[in-house]
């Protein structure tokens, strides 16, 4: 086998190895772009529910003779992001209420990220809400 030979083989043999490793390479980053990506819309919409969290928390403490249960839905906050929230009773504790808020993403009509928080809040004191939540 001559020289030129040789060498053509070992630089396409090479060449497939550096084309493997590349295309490895941008399958990865492109899982990291998506990974990041929901990371940042699922961010979005905990703080979408965050806004609901506190929607639900003064529409509570100025509507204290409202008939329960009470649900909202937020018009769209651009971009196709929205929150709704809904508030409780709590049986047994008159001064209390139950919020369950969302807050999602939404892309072409369907849901690509939606956080949940839960809380019960005591409405006795209109100075001060006593609260604590759980996330979902």
Same mark, same amino acid.
């Given at each position: 086998?001559?020289k030129e030979t040789q060498a053509l083989i070992f630089?396409?043999?090479?060449?497939?190895? !550096?084309?493997?490793?590349?295309? @490895?390479?941008?399958?990865? %980053?492109? $899982?990291?772009?998506?990974?990041? &990506?929901?990371?940042?819309? +699922?961010?979005? $919409?905990?703080?979408l529910a965050q806004a609901g969290i506190e929607h @639900? =928390?003064? %529409? @509570?403490?100025? /509507?204290?003779?409202? &008939?329960?249960?009470?649900?909202?839905? $937020?018009?769209? %906050?651009? *971009? &196709?992001?929205?929150?709704s929230f809904r508030v409780e009773a709590v049986p047994?504790?008159? /001064?209390?209420?139950?919020?369950?808020? +969302? *807050? #999602?993403?939404?892309?072409?009509?369907? !849901?690509?990220?939606?956080?949940?928080?839960?809380?019960?809040?005591?409405?006795? $004191?209109? =100075? =001060?809400?006593? #609260? &604590?939540?759980?996330?979902?």
């Amino acid at each position: 086998m001559r020289k030129e030979t040789q060498a053509l083989i070992f630089v396409l043999f090479i060449l497939m190895i !550096v084309g493997i490793l590349v295309g @490895a390479l941008m399958v990865m %980053w492109n $899982s990291q772009i998506k990974t990041h &990506s929901y990371q940042k819309l +699922s961010l979005k $919409s905990y703080y979408l529910a965050q806004a609901g969290i506190e929607h @639900a =928390k003064v %529409w @509570a403490e100025n /509507n204290l003779s409202h &008939s329960l249960p009470y649900t909202y839905t $937020s018009s769209d %906050w651009g *971009g &196709s992001e929205y929150y709704s929230f809904r508030v409780e009773a709590v049986p047994h504790r008159p /001064n209390q209420r139950h919020i369950i808020a +969302s *807050g #999602w993403k939404e892309e072409g009509g369907k !849901v690509i990220a939606q956080r949940n928080i839960e809380l019960t809040v005591n409405i006795s $004191s209109l =100075k =001060k809400i006593r #609260w &604590s939540w759980r996330q979902k």
